[in-house]
């Protein structure tokens, strides 16, 4: 457990050793307003909620969640510290884990500073605080999940840049598998049965259901698991690097 | 003595290449092994599978008795590990790496500091410790990997090329580190400078295209070289040929090669017959011929030419 605290700790204090980490939190945070703002028509719809807010979020983490991940292993691969990383005796899954709670930490601090919105809506309104709350959980839960995917990816390459594209498009199978305009399309091919199974593994179904106020088990346990499977997978990618 | 350091017919494959083929070797406490070879004869390799951080084609290695694959957490926290190169973080500090690692090697927090204060002042980084490691040269990078792997102070030290990148004066300053913490360690260097064999090994492993090709003291595998106690004698070019044939004439001389030098000075080296010494032998007959040297010493390079001569493949031998 100590070497896990460790690794999170020097894996998060590494964001802020370079100016990745003040740029990175700017521009989310600028992203996530004007989305708000001008896409969603935030005052415009008069309505005292976050809605339109969240709604982008699963968009948003498709490329923010992916720009941190990236960095995580293939870094190390690039610079060859990997080789110091994985003989000091920080056990695989501690040295893992440890990195990916770094990353998800990090875009839990970025979430926590969009409190300027929920600040807004109080004043202009009467929200449901609640299902607010419960929608900052879903979004952090499903950011979880896109920077799990990106572990494993950025586990298998040293390039950086690769790691990214592989990790967005992951992340856009999971996300856009149960939009509508996707599942309409693929309708005409495929059955119910499909469908539904494809829905069951992709975010947004599981992501809607919270952000609505609705907290049910189910859906909780749909991202522990993505996070869960992505990570055994990074787990998997590593071990499977050392045999050259 | 029990065996700190085990490789038991390693074997890594690349793809279709084989890189290093049936590797067998022991380390002892006390003992210090130089593992020589040629750029990419699988000196690195051999030791990446010795700490655990690539797996065998097949073979096993073990440190300090765990086996590096089923006990790969004991075998790691018994060894400390230079990797090639000495890799780092760049953004963190000195100081800051050697308290990550320190913390990671559950070092008790109210020994930590002493450890790393100590494990700076070994390696000389007081300069240093609170620069990036990004703005640090080469040298002081490769102290800061020293004393990465210094810092716990291991039973079991595997360094790769730990002298590399070191002007001479830091170069004196890590082997004297080395022969200091010796006695009650195992410690495999690699390297391609002989000279530092002979100052800090006690035994010399010499690989070439994945193979141990000669493995003994460094004196011992001299003497298989046909320089062993050969002779040089530098003198003017005018000389050369009165000396090598005076030289040769004699009983215990089998050869004599030329190599000219700057400045119109020739090198001759003697090479006695079966390791024969003739060092007085040839300064009496230079002496008696009145042929004046400019100096007459043996010859230094018998580990370097025994290396030369198992390690150049016969095609480059004759190409150059």
Redesign the interface.
Known sequence: M??LF??AK?EFS?YF??PIAAIFLIIFLAVSAAFTFFVGYFLERGNADLQVFFNFHPWLYLFFAPALSMRLWAEERR??????F??????LWAAVLGKFLAAWLFLGVALILTFPMWVTVNILGQPDNGVILASYLASFLMAGGYLAIGSCLSAATKNQVIAFVLTVTVAFVFTAGGAGFLTNLISEFVGKSVLDAIAEISVLPHFNQIVKGVIALKDLAYFVALILAWLLGAMAVIDYK??? | MTDMIVADQLVKDFGEKRAVDQVSLTVKRGEVLGFLGPNGAGKSTTMKMLTGFLKPTSGQASIAGHDVSTASMAARKVLGYLPEGAPLYPDMTPWSLLHFCAEVRNVPSELRRRRVIESIERTNLQSVVMQSIDTLSKGFKRRVGLAQALLHDPEVLILDEPTDGLDPNQKHEVRELIREIAPDKAIIISTHILEEVDAICSRAVIIADGRVIADGAPSQLAEQSPLFNAISVVLSTDKVQQARSILEALDDVQEVRVQSLAGGLAKLTVVPAASRLILNPVISTLGEAKLEAISIRPEASALEDLFRQLTVSPDKQEAA
Do not use: F, Y
Not at chain 1, 79 to 84: A, H, R
Not at chain 1, 86 to 91: E, G, K
């Open positions: 100590g070497t460790t690794v020097r590494g050793a370079t610079q060859g510290t990997i080789e110091l994985l003989t000091l005796p920080i056990p050392k045999a050259g």
